[in-house]
């Protein structure tokens, strides 16, 4: 087989993660476009990896754990930890594969982290050099800002708990995809193949919190782009199983700690 080529800067970057694994950088830059409704089947790596769409929105899974993620936010994690993604409209994604110990304050566990514009613009700033790139000059400088600005940046608890349970799995994997539903727990009773008791009783125990609110998070995390993006309260509401934007309203900020017009006003401010 014939060695392939270095590859140098972002417009001939390789597509393939198993390229940048071994690069002799504590960071790899990726750049990859994918299509609305594309998978990515679980995997693993062995570098931590810096998950981040400058546009479009991702759907994040690992085993026990799911994350729907706007393009204000990136996805954390540790190194050989299995994880599948599926996109939401068009994505284009900017990767980083990191070396476990090249920052003593990396996330040690899955975290979704928000991205802050210097970060992004330090993102983009790397994959403009050379996968190979000065570690005295410019990417160097860019690379040691990433690792502290991921060090410092702020770790959001907006993660959706998955169970391991098949019967509960399925139900899970329905509101993933449709968070609008509005079936009741027994209405969930045929496609589980459990009864709503049992189904009760497998989220309590298994995701330590109710039918209900696992639904409303998994509401809030798919509200998110929409109302960063400015669109009409009442209209997320709605999409997202809310008769009125008051209500919406009240249980956003109840749950996640602000209102919705907060986040607006954090995206604007960037």
Known sequence: MAKQKPLQRSQNRSMDAKDYQSVPRPLAAMPKTFNDGQEIEP???????????????????????????PPDRAVYLPARMDHAITMRGRVEMRTLYIERHAHKELPPVPSVIEVSPLLRELVLALIDEPVVYDEKGRGGAAAFLILSEIARARRLSLMIPMP??????????????????????????ETAGASMRTLARLFESELGMSFAAWRQRVRFHNALEAIIAGEPISEVALRNGYQSASAFTAAFHRTMGEPPSALRIERNAA
């Open 43 to 69: 995997h693993h790596h062995p570098r931590d990896q810096f998950i981040y769409a400058v546009s479009g929105v991702m759907r994040v899974r690992t085993e026990g754990e799911a994350w729907i993620v």
């Open 164 to 189: 391991h349970d098949a019967r509960l799995l399925r139900v899970c994997n329905a509101l993933l995809s449709g968070p609008a539903n509005r079936l009741t727990l027994d209405g969930w009773a």
